[in-house]
């Protein structure tokens, strides 16, 4: 199940200047969440999901995101798609 869920996947290089910042400016509207997280929402930016088992921390940035959806490891509905 994990490997079918990678392959689906799109791998990027480090954060560049303009999705660090961007970043940074989710972590600061949101007050919480660490510079990682931040760049994970970032990075989902726009229309993206991210899937966490630190669903405080994601949906809080994700809440000042363009379109990026949330869900926890035991999200039922997750598992369903």
């Keep these: 199940m994990v490997n079918r869920f990678l392959k689906t996947c799109v791998v990027v290089d480090g954060p560049r200047e303009r999705l660090a910042r961007r970043a940074g400016s989710l972590r600061a509207k949101a007050g919480r969440g660490s510079a990682v997280d931040a760049v ?3 990075m989902a930016e726009p229309g993206g999901t991210v899937v966490t088992s630190d669903i405080k921390d994601l949906a809080a940035l994700a809440s000042h995101a363009q379109g990026v959806s949330v869900f926890g ?3 039922p509905v997750f598992w369903s798609i």
């Design 73 to 75: 490891m035991s999200d």
């Design 40 to 42: 994970i929402v970032a």
